[in-house]
Each structure stands twice: as structure tokens, then as C-alpha cells.
């Protein structure tokens, strides 16, 4: 019996982060709502629009370097003995002769 490989086209809109203003939306809420908290208690338009500008630029790196990363430090934070770094247990790698 033969398997033949299949194929599915699938739409790269599909694959997408849902953004806004390339920001991953719930980065862009946070940089949004930590600027009205900052305008609030300081009673500086100034300072509440700087900490805002900060975090946008801070959640569009972050959402550019890995869309996921909000889910992953979520979960970090859930299973931490799994993302330890400090319990990695090195692994032995051998190269064999080039051929």
C-alpha cells in the first residue's frame, strides 16, 4: 500500500497574529491602559504619552521577535520546573567524520 503525501493550502492570513498597529493586541491594552494609569497618578499628559510610546515599541519588538511569547511566559509562570534553565541537563553531541 503507497501513501501519497497530501497537500492543504492554507491561507497565511490564517497564521497571522491579530495586531494593532503591529502590536499584539493584548500587549498594545496593557501599554494602553499602564498609560492612562501613569497619566492618572501623575496628572502628566506628558508622562502617561511617554510611558505609553515605551511600552507600544516594547509589545511591537516583542510581538515581531515571537507572537506567542504573552502564551509562553503565561504558561512559564504555570510549569515553572519545566522552563528552569537552571535544571537543563546538558546534552553530549559527537560529530562524525565528513564524508
Known sequence: MTYQRRINPVQRSLSRPLTILGAERKLFFFAMCLGA????????????????????FVARWATATDPQILRLLFHAAKFRKQYDPAKLTPVAVERSASC
Open 37 to 56: 494609569a501613569t497619566f492618572n497618578l501623575l496628572g502628566s499628559l506628558l508622562g502617561g504619552l511617554l510611558m505609553f510610546v515605551l511600552l507600544y
